[in-house]
Nanobody, 115 residues
Framework: QVYMRESGGGLVQPGGSLRLSCAAS????????LHWYRQTPGKERELVAT???????NYADVVKGRFAISRDNARSTVFLQMNNLEPVDTDVYYC?????????WGQGTQVTVSS
């Protein structure tokens, strides 16, 4: 069984920062591409950032220059550093990977940006 567990969400003021973490188990973490998504209730899940096994990254245009995805293979953990947060970044954030023929998701962590 594959498990992914996000942490690090919370309430932050506009312009602030948060660092999300996602610990994975049940997979050979080193070889997998990992993603961060976010979702507002009633809307489709939105891809935020991706990192492949070689460390190459991609970002949604709306977060480029503000968010940074990274990975620690020794800890089987993927991170999302979020800087200069805006109220529109308020969402539930999920990590995800595809392994064993399935797409796996964590339970999500709430990020709220508000003054």
């Amino acid at each position: 069984q594959v498990y992914m567990r996000e942490s690090g969400g919370g309430l932050v003021q506009p312009g602030g920062s948060l660092r999300l973490s996602c610990a994975a188990s049940g997979i050979n973490f080193n070889i997998h591409t990992l993603h961060w998504y976010r979702q507002t209730p009633g809307k489709e899940r939105e891809l935020v950032a991706t990192i492949n096994s070689g460390g190459d990254t991609n970002y949604a245009d709306v977060v480029k220059g503000r968010f940074a995805i990274s990975r620690d293979n020794a800890r089987s953990t993927v991170f999302l550093q979020m800087n200069n947060l805006e109220p529109v970044d308020t969402d539930v954030y999920y990590c995800s990977t595809r392994a064993r023929g399935n797409t796996w998701w964590g339970q999500g962590t709430q990020v709220t940006v508000s003054s």
